[in-house]
Structures are given as C-alpha cells and as structure tokens.
C-alpha cells in the first residue's frame, strides 16, 4: 500500500510540498526573518506558504484516493464480484427466491445439500420443465466407504459420522419420488473429488464460498460474481469439469422409482 501511496512523482509531489509547509512556518517563527524584512510580511509569507504547502498535499491526498479507487473498482470490474455475504443456504435465502422466478439455468455443487432440498424440493418439478438442473453432491464413497471425504467433513464441522451420507442419501431418495419430474432438465451426479468451495449458479449469476473447519458450511461467507468477470468463468469451468468427467462424478439414475 505504501509503494502504491508514494510512486516516485508522487512522492516528489508531497515533498515538495512538505518544503514549503516547513518553509512556511520557518518565515512564521523565525526571528531573524522577522528582523530581516519586518515581522508582518514575514508572518504573511508564512502563512501563505503554509496554505499552499497544506493545499498542495490535500491536493495530492484526494488525487492519489482517486486513483486508488479507480484501481479497486476496476478489479472489481474484472473479478466480476458484486456482493459478499456472512452466511449462505438459508441466510441468504432472499437472494436465492428472487433469482429461481426466471431461472433457466441451476448448478449446485456442495456436498449433501439438506437445506437447498428441504427448502425446494416442492419445486424441483416445476423447475425442471422451465430450467436446466445439474446439481453435484459428493459421492459419500469417495475415496472409499470406510474412510469418505463425506465422513471427514462430518467431523470437521462436528457432526455425527454418516449425517452428510444420510443427507445425499435422502436428496437422491425424495427426488426419485417426484411425480412428473423432467428427467431431462434434472439431473444429479456424485462427485469423487476433493470438495473445495461450495457453487450455486443461477443463469448468469454465481454464489461460491469456502469450507472451513469447525464451522458449519452454512455459516461460511459466501461471494457472488456475475457472468463476464473472472471468477464467474473460473467457478463455472470448476463445475463443468467436474460434471462433464467420469473420472471426476458418476450420474445418478432418478427414474428408478418412477417407472
């Protein structure tokens, strides 16, 4: 931040400045200037190179707080982020609803998602014959069933072993029994990688947020970034590498209970 304060003009600029505020005050206070040209016009050469010495470096203050502000805006612009929020599920839900009454596009990646089902699934039909749902849940076999990455983040947010299996378990059961569902539109695949961040996309905007240990995921911030900006194009490619491998996720048949 300093380097950035004080380029080499800049800091030429403040200096200079801060000359003449010295000199300002030298004329002020010094008596032999006083005895020198009298006292009075001493004093108001003071004075006035003080003004133009503090003038001069607010001067530089404000520019350099513009140009610093253009700096962060246009990373903003390049980042493409446009909000950040202290929690995300149901914290957050306003911001969800707002988004799903025109959607045609939903990615979700997360690991069981429990609230995201709880707080649509009523709607899941309805949205798979107006949108395209992909949602990713982690395989809770992964790596392996005895030792799953399912059961490892269950201990880190310091919940009973099995909850996170259970919970993309019943996500899988309660769709298959949707009546009516676009299989078409509403697809799940379990993914068998290393879970780092949590992604809900909505058409061309993107939630996306970091899992920390001892925190429930839901209490984790989360950050929102729109299509055209860097980090909605690299979380969109995270999940799309993920979807379009099966190296990486395995489809899940939903249609089983229906036929």
Not at 162 to 173: A, H, L
Request: overall charge neutral.
């Amino acid at each position: 931040m300093t380097r950035r304060w004080l380029s080499p003009l800049s800091t030429i600029w403040a200096l200079c400045h801060l000359l003449i505020v010295f000199l300002g005050f030298l004329f002020f206070s010094s008596d032999y200037l006083h005895d020198l040209i009298s006292e009075g016009i001493a004093v108001a050469v003071g004075a006035s190179l003080i003004a133009s010495g503090v003038a001069g470096l607010a001067v530089f203050v404000y520019v350099r707080s513009s140009e610093m502000l253009q700096v962060q805006i246009g990373l903003l612009e390049k980042t493409g982020l446009t909000q950040v929020f202290l929690g995300r599920s149901v914290t957050i839900r306003d911001e969800y609803d707002k988004r799903f009454k025109n959607a045609s596009e939903i990615d979700v990646l997360g690991f069981g998602q429990s609230s995201f089902r709880q707080d649509y699934l009523k709607q899941f039909v309805t949205w798979s014959h107006k949108a395209k749902i992909r949602i990713l849940l982690i395989d809770p076999e992964f790596p392996a069933k005895k030792f799953s990455i399912a059961d490892q983040r269950d201990h880190e947010e310091g919940n009973a072993k099995g909850s996170i299996t259970r919970d993309v378990e019943i996500f899988i059961e309660e769709v298959r029994k949707l009546e009516g569902l676009n299989h078409d539109q509403f697809r799940i695949r379990l993914a068998r990688v290393l879970p780092t961040t949590n992604i809900f996309r909505i058409d061309s905007e993107i939630f996306f947020g970091p899992y920390f240990l001892s925190q429930q995921s839901r209490n984790a911030p989360t950050f929102l970034a729109r299509r055209g900006g860097y980090l909605f194009q690299v979380y969109s490619d995270h999940f799309e590498g993920i979807w379009n491998s099966d190296d990486f996720s395995k489809e899940i048949d939903l249609s089983c209970l229906n036929q």
